[in-house]
């Protein structure tokens, strides 16, 4: 399989296109799932835990299998591949989505979730595979160590903030709580925050468009989520923190 750098930048266009689209369309709306699914309405639902694994495993399993059947690839895009793209959605596969306490998502939504993350999934793979050279020198190189600095650092926060939201119910419940602790001190989307951080470090480390545009489309479509969570604890909690802001700390 050779590389085409045109598709390539055709599809990290569309990837932001895409974005852009699910900003605008989530300034009207929230997208309906967790807390935003109306009963009423009759969707099909799937266990949360069955939905995420399903949703995830594309991610982890696709350039999984591109780098099994790579005849020749570069090294350096090999280990940028496995140890941030690859780890992130092992997490999220096989420990995130089983231990997760949520309610059951729309079946459209995880069909949506599946197709996409198998598409992006084979692009990422697919780019730093067959398309990325990185010179030895890369390895002396600013951007991938701070890259790599700032991916881990957001996997971190993403990861000790899914802790804490865990923590707020017992199995079996569904009501929501106001979370304390980490950055939820200062943000109420702090699990949200901890990804966009993370995506944004990956485009550093792998300087590459394809990253650039997946970590602005993750960017375009949890941020507003993000904000709907803020405006959701402000509405239903008298007591909340007017000092919280919604996904960055100290200003939005």
């Known amino acids: 399989m050779q590389c085409r ?17 699910f900003l605008v369309r989530q300034k009207k709306t929230e997208t309906p799932y967790g ?14 835990r069955v939905a995420w694994f399903a949703q995830e495993l594309p991610s982890f399993l696709v350039p999984v299998l591109l780098l099994a059947t790579a005849e020749e690839s570069s090294s350096m895009g090999r280990a940028l591949l496995l140890c941030t793209f690859c780890l992130h959605y092992f997490q999220r596969t096989f420990i995130y989505a ?26 990422q793979g697919y780019y730093l595979l067959r398309c990325a050279e990185y010179e030895h020198s890369w390895l002396r190189d600013a951007r991938l160590w701070i890259g790599l600095i ?5 996997m971190a926060i993403n990861i000790h903030s899914d802790q804490i939201l865990r923590k707020l119910r017992k199995p079996g419940e569904t009501d929501y709580r106001i ?5 939820f001190e200062y943000i109420s989307g702090a699990n949200f925050f901890g990804e966009i951080v993370e995506w944004f470090g990956y485009a550093i480390a792998t300087w590459s468009m394809p990253a650039f545009s997946f ?14 969570h803020h405006r959701f604890y402000q509405k239903n909690f008298k007591g909340y923190p007017k000092s919280r802001k919604a996904v960055v700390p100290f200003i939005f």
């Not at 750098?5 to 689209?21: A, E, I, K």
């Not at 935003?36 to 969707?43: A, F, I, L, M, T």
Request: charge should be positive.
């Open 5 to 21: 750098q045109d598709v390539v930048q055709w599809c990290s266009w569309g990837f932001m296109l895409l974005g852009l689209g």
């Open 98 to 123: 089983l231990l997760i306490h949520g309610r059951p998502c729309p079946l459209c939504i995880m069909i949506s979730a599946i197709v996409f993350c198998s598409c992006n999934g084979f692009f």
């Open 179 to 183: 979370p304390r602790g980490g950055l």
């Open 35 to 48: 807390r935003y699914v109306d009963p009423s309405e009759g969707r099909r639902m799937v266990p949360a």
């Open 150 to 154: 700032v991916f881990y650092a957001g």
């Open 215 to 228: 970590a602005l489309f993750t960017m375009c479509s949890i941020g507003p989520r993000a904000y709907h």
